[in-house]
């Protein structure tokens, strides 16, 4: 299923990249919800947590090792990393990502 996300993977709609690889994409969110909002998505258009497979494995975690890595990049020690998962929950665009959130106090729980 073609996404906004598959858009800024293909360039067709413009992102501010912090990060590119041969595996995934980060850009900083377009209505940030903290001083650093970033979104770490793969290139493969996995839907969610849900639709991967033990195939996607090793690409997950490479997800989750780049938000860490973005983080740095950005100063950051203190940040959260979450990603939503069905429409329930706050997944509004269906193509997998981890928002990478922080610069600033972060409440628990959240939602
Ligand atoms: P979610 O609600 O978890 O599916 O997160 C989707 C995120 O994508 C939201 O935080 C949106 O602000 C963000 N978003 C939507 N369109 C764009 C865009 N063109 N560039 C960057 N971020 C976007």
């Given at each position: ?14 992102s ?9 994409i ?25 639709d ?33 998962n ?17 610069g ?8």
């Open positions: 299923m073609s996404t906004l996300f598959s858009k800024i993977i293909s360039g067709e709609i413009p501010d990249k912090v990060w590119e690889d041969a595996h995934c980060a850009f900083r969110d377009i209505h940030p919800v903290a001083p650093t909002h970033i979104l770490v998505i793969p290139r493969t258009p996995l839907v969610n947590v849900a991967a497979g033990e195939g996607d494995e090793a690409l997950l975690g490479h997800l989750l090792r780049v938000a860490g890595l973005v983080a740095k990049q950005e100063g950051l020690s203190d940040f959260r990393v979450v990603t939503n069905g429409a329930g929950a706050g997944q509004s665009v269906f193509h997998l990502h981890l928002h990478v959130i922080g600033r106090a972060l409440q628990w729980p959240p939602g």
